[in-house]
């Protein structure tokens, strides 16, 4: 089997100007991304999806890694991975069994457009073996707990927003530090008091800053809600800080959690290493596909560190998220998007196997499961901008 064509397709989803809300992050008025798409020549087709602004990561496919990808076979998908990583220095590397990376490509857009790739590639060869993503990976269940994500209303609204759902089943549930209200410590106190009212005493209750505050800020929040139970607080300081983050994390109790804009398994050993996290979020679309997601798992197991994918995107990530949840060993939970969402929810011919419950559960079809509605393309057209007005 060889790899005849590999395609990078821009995508949006504009999200109408009713729906359109002011976080911290600006006001979204769009979703951006990119769908990655690998033929071979005995007729498989396979999906993956990148982070990154599509037009950018479209040319990274088109003129750098297409050349490493085309003419390979997918079973060789760990070769594959360490040609695109390496680039021109990959038959070194794999000789001399280390690392040689290509500068522009440890990190940064074109890692989110090789960890596309990956997925695709891993698409076409479970397809190839007539099995599940998951299990081609290699099994370790085959549903995982699923966590509703999202909590911005402001002040004591809290309450009705994060009891909401806990109403549709979930019993872990995550709100933004930051409100529609802005923020302030007693404002993030009051909401986070409010959601604790809201879901009762038995639903796992995390926090999200977003990496936007400095360290001293995010110890004297945590040190005020730790009364609340929180199960993780995440990304209190900047992804950049990694010592900082270490700083927060020996000063309080709640377990820190962080990942989604990191690249790689060396980025979480250094996050480790700085004694920063409990629960690693490592994007299945940016941090290097389903290869380096099963690496990043196995390196963070080693210490104890739990993985809870980052799942906000399309549904081709949300779909790469499930398999990989399925086969890492020590996920314990994954990501459910409650934001405004069309391209995850309406972009598949099937559904997402998410129950009453709060469950996820992987499907049974070959590759990653799931097939493109016929309007997608057509839908999902790119339009050119930044995805947050300010
Ligand atoms: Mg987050």
């Known amino acids: 089997m060889k790899i005849i064509k590999l395609e ?89 069994g280390w690392g040689q990376p290509e500068p522009s490509r440890r990190r940064g857009m074109v890692m989110e457009a090789i960890s596309g790739v990956d997925i695709a590639i891993w698409d076409v060869k479970a397809q190839a073996l007539g099995i599940p993503v998951y299990q081609a990976l290699g099994a370790v269940r085959s549903s995982v707990r699923g966590y509703a994500s999202g909590g911005w209303a402001p002040g004591d609204e809290a309450e009705e927003e994060l009891g909401g759902y806990a109403a549709k089943g979930f019993d872990a549930v995550k709100m933004r530090v930051v409100g529609r209200d802005g923020f302030s410590i007693p404002k993030a106190v009051r909401r986070i008091r409010a959601a604790r009212r809201g879901i009762g005493p038995d639903v796992e209750l995390m926090i999200d800053a977003h990496g936007s505050l400095d360290t001293s800020t995010a110890i004297r929040l945590a040190k005020e809600v730790e009364e609340f139970d929180i199960s993780w607080f995440e990304e209190p300081v900047s992804v950049d800080d990694h010592r900082g983050q270490g700083l927060v994390r020996s000063a309080t109790k709640i377990p820190i959690a962080s990942g989604e804009r990191e690249f790689t398994r060396h980025d979480f050993n250094d996050l480790m290493d700085h004694e920063a996290i409990d629960i690693a979020q ?61 391209m995850m929810w309406e972009l598949f011919n099937e559904r997402f196997d998410v129950r009453s419950d709060g469950s996820v559960h992987a499907p049974d079809r070959p590759g990653l499961g799931f097939t493109l509605r016929d309007d997608t393309l057509e839908r999902f057209k790119y339009v050119a901008g930044p995805e947050y007005d300010f």
Not at 45 to 71: K, N
């Open 282 to 342: 490592p994007d299945v679309a940016r941090a290097g596909g389903l290869t380096e997601i099963r690496r990043i798992s196995a390196v963070t197991s080693a210490r104890q560190v739990r993985l809870a994918p980052h799942a906000w995107g399309s549904a081709v990530l949300f779909a790469a998220s499930i398999h990989a949840a399925m086969a890492s060993p020590n996920c314990h939970i994954l990501e459910v998007s409650q934001g405004y969402m069309p």
């Open 8 to 96: 990078a397709i821009p995508m949006s989803d504009p999200v109408p100007s009713d729906r359109q809300h002011r976080t911290d992050l600006g006001t979204k008025v769009k979703s951006d991304a990119t769908l990655i798409r690998v033929t071979t020549d005995n007729g498989f087709t396979g999906i993956g999806t990148s982070l990154g602004s599509p037009p950018v990561v479209a040319a990274i496919v088109d003129h750098e890694l297409s050349y490493e990808v085309v003419g390979e076979d997918p079973m060789f998908s760990e070769l594959i991975y360490e040609k695109m990583y390496n680039g021109s220095r990959a038959q070194p590397a794999l000789e001399t």
